[in-house]
């Protein structure tokens, strides 16, 4: 449930960022995409700590902005299309590794709290 809100919660932060401060429609995109890698690594595997779980998704959003330097003609036909630009992205950015950070950070700490309340 949690990757499902968070895909919907992503999308509409990209489709209508109209009525956000542009801080946020500008840079919440990738973070909510790498709160969604983490939340679907949890999914797949729940027997991971959470930090390990943050780790990996790190990595994973790490592979695929550094496979944005790979400008083959097929890969670069996939990530013309709309579902191939939100899984794989169009272009390396270094301010991307930031975003994906701080989406991880947060799906983490959000995690981990509700863990804890969850044990109250």
């Known amino acids: 449930m949690a990757v499902m809100l968070t895909m919907a919660l992503g ?12 801080f946020l429609a500008v840079h919440a995109g990738d973070a ?3 709160a969604m890698i983490y939340a679907g690594i949890r999914v797949i595997k729940p027997d991971l ?14 592979i695929v902005e550094l496979s944005q330097l ?3 003609d097929w890969i670069s036909a996939i990530r013309s299309t709309t579902l191939g630009a939100l899984v794989l992205g169009r272009g ?13 950070v947060i799906a983490t700490a959000a995690d981990l709290t509700v863990k804890r309340v969850g044990r109250v």
């Open 11 to 22: 999308l509409c932060v990209r489709a209508l960022p109209f009525g956000l401060p542009e």
């Open 32 to 34: 909510i995409w790498a």
């Open 49 to 62: 700590r959470p930090m390990q779980s943050a780790g990996i998704g790190l990595f994973v959003c790490l």
């Open 70 to 72: 790979y400008q083959a």
């Open 92 to 104: 390396f950015l270094y301010t991307d590794l930031l975003r994906y950070t701080v989406g991880t």
